[in-house]
């Protein structure tokens, strides 16, 4: 780590910033992991999209699907290819405390700049604010490396503006990925001030996000490397305009995008987001691969009308 825990905030703040993708992990035809895909995904986002930094393990990447030892694996090979050219996130979530503690330690020990935490999934709790603050300022107290919180529906339950400030206030946490409605991370942004990172995943609300609330960091999901190839770089172009302050300029490049978007969102069936996401993924010459079992595959109808669509979106190859 280039910081001390009680210097995270300010090292994060400084940092951690710009474009971050949470990847999708790509798996062989037998299901097992593609290391060498998985590189070269890396590698790619990072020296021919110029996203800052990668979000590994989370649910993006079917950390549900994989062993310890290949979440370990994940963390490791992300750490070498990135090597100090992006920053990391690890995610670390899981339902059991010791594994979250034990890939922290590992993330930790590895050179990753940051891990990710999801709230647990609580059962018979009535006071549930309490729990969730003990459960964070846990793992504050047992780690050094900064933590970024992650409040998502999945928990069953989201976070309120108000908790997450209360946790806010502890040593090395230094964002939140917030999945939630906006009048709720609008909130959180005003009660934290700069305090923290305050983001969320939805690349159409990034822009607005940056010219409205001051955010530097999108903390993130699969869009960076979907929506951008090498010779078209929007998402990366309309950020870096936003930034400067050329705001009518970005919103121009933004909108350009608007039927990339409409592409994915229209040919993704509601219960295949990775798969979808994977086989975008290979028409970008990216490596994909299947998604592990349970997770359905798309059917050969759902990849012709993606493909269709994808010919037909206006991106650059």
């Known amino acids: 780590m280039n910081y001390s825990k009680h210097d995270a905030k300010d090292y994060a703040r400084e940092n951690m910033r ?8 790509p798996f062989k035809p037998d299901y097992s992991f593609d290391e060498q895909g998985f590189r070269a995904n890396i590698r790619h986002w990072v020296d021919d999209l110029g996203i800052a930094g990668l979000f590994i393990a989370g ?33 670390v979530s899981d339902q059991n405390f010791d594994t979250v503690v034990d890939l922290a330690r590992h993330a930790e020990a590895c050179g990753a700049d940051y891990i990710v935490v999801h709230a647990p ?13 003990n459960y964070y300022k846990t793992l504050c107290d047992t780690v050094d490396i900064g933590i970024a919180m992650w409040s998502h529906p999945d928990s069953g339950y989201l976070m309120s503006p108000e908790l997450c400030a209360r946790i806010a206030d502890l040593p090395n946490i230094v964002a939140i990925k ?24 939805s690349e159409e609300e990034w ?35 936003a930034f400067a302050g050329r705001i009518e300029e970005a919103r121009a490049v933004r909108d350009s995008l608007d039927p990339v978007r409409q592409a994915i969102r ?10 979808h996401g994977k086989y975008w993924q290979e028409l970008l010459g990216q490596a994909g691969g299947p998604v592990r079992p ?9 990849k012709a009308r993606t493909r269709e669509a994808f010919e037909g979106c206006g991106l650059k190859l």
């Open 121 to 133: 999934v609580l059962h018979f709790i009535t006071d549930r604010d309490e729990t969730v603050y």
């Open 18 to 25: 710009g474009i971050w993708a949470a990847a999708l992990n």
């Open 207 to 241: 822009f607005d996000n940056i010219v409205e609330l001051g955010w530097k960091l999108y903390l993130c999901s699969s869009p960076p490397y979907l929506l951008q190839t090498a010779r078209d770089r929007r998402m990366h172009d309309y950020t870096a305009l």
């Open 178 to 201: 917030y999945s939630v409605p906006r009048d709720m991370y609008v909130r959180l942004t005003e009660m934290v001030g700069e305090k923290i990172h305050v983001s969320t995943a």
């Open 59 to 91: 649910k993006q990447g079917e950390f549900f699907s994989m062993s310890l030892a290949e979440r370990k694996r994940n963390i490791e090979i992300a750490v070498e290819e990135t090597a100090g050219r992006a920053g990391t996130i690890m995610s």
């Open 294 to 302: 349970p997770l359905m595959q798309l059917t050969e109808q759902e």
């Open 266 to 275: 229209q040919t993704k069936p509601g219960a295949k987001p990775q798969a």
